[in-house]
């Protein structure tokens, strides 16, 4: 069981930093096929939450948690929930630039499915995600190896969410970053059933005017990991003008 933030960086590169972040119930090992693809660019930390009920905090701490495991850095990839966790660690000077990978936020983005956030912990305590649960977040068959990188699966896994979930609850919002100097990028599958695809203009509302989107056709709620080429293709112009300005050392 983790205890505490792990974080698995992956290439030697000289680009910047970068931390991909896991949705509620991802693992952070979902991103490795995107971390590969970016490699030759730059940096990619893949990023692993602490489990139990006692580390289940909402995203505010969460952030807090892995501001402290990995330092400043130059760039968040965030998926789903992820994006909440980013916003704090961008509003925070952690991170320089954000790319929110079918995320939010806020809760409100998503529209009348931010009043169900909380019963993702029933969902994945009683419903017992599987293959078929895996399958329509991804929008595509997921062999049954990988079923454990898209929804939880373990028991401390669901435990983990269940307690996650209620915490987001019980948090004040993350702070709004459109008036901030952070650069952001925003990239939404339209075949996404968990976040749909008119978050994406609540999203872009609260970010600095002038943040580009992107619309990944046949993409679902896990583009990183079904559509990872796709998804580096669209982060590499946004990943080189971070690159032109001042780098981000390693904590």
């Keep these: 069981m983790r205890s505490e933030?792990?974080?698995?960086?992956?290439?030697?590169?000289?680009?910047?930093?970068?931390?991909l972040l896991p949705g509620l119930g991802a693992r952070g090992s979902g991103f490795r096929a995107?971390?590969?693809?970016?490699?030759?660019?730059?940096?990619?930390?893949?990023?692993?939450?602490?489990?139990?009920?006692?580390?289940?905090?909402?995203?505010?701490?969460?952030?807090?948690?892995?501001?402290?495991?990995?330092?400043?850095?130059?760039?968040?990839?965030a998926s789903s929930f992820g994006g909440m966790v980013a916003a704090y660690l961008a509003a925070a000077g952690v991170a320089r630039g954000v790319a929110?990978?079918?995320?939010?936020?806020?809760?409100?983005?998503?529209g009348a499915r931010g009043l169900l956030i909380g019963m993702m912990g029933p969902i994945a305590v009683w419903a017992r995600p599987g293959v078929v649960a895996a399958g329509l977040a991804a929008w595509k068959p997921v062999p049954f190896a990988q079923v454990a990188e898209v929804v939880p699966t373990t028991v401390l896994e669901r435990g983990t969410t269940w307690h996650r979930a209620l915490a987001i609850q019980r948090e004040?919002?993350?702070?709004?970053?459109?008036?901030?100097?952070?650069?952001?990028?925003?990239?939404?599958?339209?075949?996404?059933?968990?976040?749909?695809?008119?978050?994406?203009?609540?999203?872009?509302?609260?970010?600095?005017?002038?943040?580009?989107?992107?619309?990944?056709?046949?993409?679902?709620?896990?583009?990183?990991?079904?559509h990872p080429e796709a998804c580096a293709k669209l982060l590499a112009p946004w990943l080189a003008?971070?690159?032109?300005?001042?780098?981000?050392?390693?904590?």
């Design 5 to 19: 933030v792990q974080l698995t960086q992956m290439g030697r590169g000289e680009g910047p930093r970068v931390l």
């Design 34 to 77: 995107l971390a590969q693809a970016l490699s030759p660019l730059c940096r990619p930390v893949l990023v692993e939450y602490p489990e139990g009920a006692h580390a289940a905090v909402g995203a505010g701490a969460l952030a807090r948690q892995v501001a402290h495991a990995a330092g400043p850095v130059d760039a968040v990839v």
């Design 100 to 110: 929110f990978l079918g995320a939010f936020t806020r809760t409100t983005h998503l």
């Design 172 to 226: 004040a919002h993350p702070p709004e970053l459109r008036r901030l100097d952070v650069s952001c990028l925003c990239i939404q599958g339209d075949r996404d059933v968990l976040v749909p695809p008119s978050t994406v203009e609540r999203l872009l509302q609260s970010l600095p005017p002038g943040t580009p989107h992107h619309m990944l056709k046949g993409a679902g709620h896990v583009p990183y990991f079904t």
């Design 241 to 251: 003008r971070l690159t032109s300005t001042p780098k981000v050392s390693a904590a």
